[in-house]
């Protein structure tokens, strides 16, 4: 299967000069495109740019997506590229444009279009709306939600120099325990989340419930169930939005799988379903009240390929320290019915609202090549009728084994036919060249721990 990538919808100079009108004192815009990290990188411009910005687009250079997460150019990742790096036009996602409370600031999405009026290949959004628009042509349209579990830390280090948990800011206490849905927690956090809120509402960000999660500093944000594309754009901005805010209260966000070793990791889990032409859930249950077998083959689709995906969803060294104990961080290839241990959950509730939850990608994972490789290999399944085999935790024998390590995950990415026709070529060779180079450069570099355990002991 060839990937295809539709031409991209810009936003329309109406919501420039719409938020313009709203916001008089606005001198200053973010402009934000997503790396291969899921990190953003762009420009402050100021008022009077925008509006050329919706009209003509902004150069930005498609060899940000040649760089680590630091962003460093990777030599192997520079070569993939056929323009030599050069600048490529980049539009305003549509409706994301929208005023930061905590900087004063405007800020909007950006995504970089290629040469033919298509998303630019290399671009992680490209690569959903591929997908997407090849959910459209089979009569679907995507819909989904993912959540979003994170650290607050403290400014300040601890006595050994150490990351540690932020401080309420009603109480000034150090948040510690577990605490999980505590809400008096969530009471003392009031400040910063009401300021998160008030953020989100100025933004149109649809955010909504917000629990303590199952670590001292640990919450989790839901984000409300939309199509897909825009549910994964939510993303970026709510992160955006943390990191902005926190900034504010003398703390930072941080979006590490596994931040601290003997406490709980943080997930980033996808919730997905398909509707028809007529708006209904062909994930729901039939009317025997079976579930559907739309749904059984996506998730079969999906069990297919899932070692394969594990670079995309488990992207770091760190990712995979959250997989050191797997108490509702699964890093299998199973399915089950309101089963937190298993990867693929499908939740109880309303049949006709019957969708299943992917539980396997890590915070630290891009939110577009997440939902571009689970919709994808879901549509594989689809159109295959491919079976989801045994339902539990030992139904994942007759797929090929799970990575163990970052290496492992590296190398089966690599070799993977089904990634690359659903990522397509070019970003599927980048996205392998960045992580390999990721990779060897942590190989040799030598720890604090090391130095601890090794330097005067051997």
């Not at 930005?60 to 030599?84: K, N, R």
């Not at 902005?244 to 601290?260: D, I």
């Not at 241990?341 to 299943?356: D, E, M």
């Not at 939850?357 to 159109?383: K, P, Q, S, W």
């Amino acid at each position: 299967m060839t990937t295809f990538f539709p031409p991209l919808t810009r936003a329309p100079l109406s919501e420039a000069t719409a938020f313009l009108d709203a916001y008089p004192d606005v001198q200053a815009i973010d402009i934000v495109l997503s790396d291969l990290h899921g990190v953003g990188r762009g420009k402050i411009i100021r008022r009077h740019e925008l509006e050329s910005l919706f009209t003509s687009g902004r150069g930005m250079p498609a060899s940000l997506f040649a760089q680590d997460v630091s962003g460093h150019d990777v030599d192997a990742a520079i070569a993939v590229m056929e323009d030599g790096g050069g600048d490529s036009r980049c539009w305003p996602v549509p409706h994301t444009l929208g005023y930061q409370t905590a900087t004063g600031r405007g800020v909007v999405l950006l995504q970089m279009e290629g040469t033919d009026g298509a998303p630019c290949p290399l671009d992680p959004r490209g690569a959903l709306l591929a997908q997407v628009a090849r959910a459209q042509a089979l009569g679907f349209t995507p819909m989904g939600a993912l959540e979003l579990e994170f650290y607050l830390v403290d400014n300040e280090r601890d006595a050994d120099g150490r990351p540690q948990p932020a401080r309420a800011p009603m109480t000034g206490r150090r948040l510690s325990g577990t605490n999980c849905m505590s809400v008096d927690e969530l009471d003392e956090m009031a400040p910063f989340f009401d300021a998160v809120y008030e953020g989100a509402a100025a933004l149109d960000l649809p955010m909504e419930s917000l629990i303590s999660e199952y670590a001292a500093g640990q919450f989790e944000l839901t984000l409300r169930y939309r199509d897909l594309a825009r549910a994964a754009d939510d993303i970026l901005r709510c992160k955006h939005l943390l990191r902005t805010t926190a900034r504010r209260f003398g703390m930072a966000a941080c979006f590490m799988s596994k931040p601290f070793s003997h406490s709980s990791g943080s997930g980033m889990h996808l919730h997905l379903s398909l509707t028809d032409a007529l708006g209904a859930n062909v994930f729901g249950d039939t009317a025997e009240g079976a579930l559907s077998p739309v749904m059984l083959n996506a998730i079969g689709g999906i069990r297919t390929s899932m070692a394969a995906s594990m670079l995309v969803l488990a992207p770091v060294l760190n990712s995979w320290r959250r997989f050191a104990a797997t108490v509702y961080s699964p890093a299998s290839n199973t399915w089950g019915t309101e089963d937190r241990n298993v990867a693929l959950r499908i939740p109880a509730g309303s049949a006709k609202a019957r969708h299943f939850e992917h539980r396997v990608a890590g915070v630290d994972a891009n939110a577009y090549l997440v939902a571009a490789v689970t919709l994808g290999a879901a549509l594989d399944g689809i159109e295959a009728g491919t079976d989801p085999g045994p339902e539990g935790q030992g139904g994942d024998a007759v797929y090929p084994p799970m990575p163990r390590s970052w290496l492992e995950a590296i190398e089966q990415f690599e070799a993977s036919e089904a990634m690359k026709s659903l990522l397509g070529g070019p970003l599927h060779q980048m996205f392998a060249a960045v992580k390999r180079g990721e990779h060897d450069a942590l190989a040799v570099t030598v720890t604090d721990l090391e130095w601890q355990l090794y330097g005067t002991t051997l």
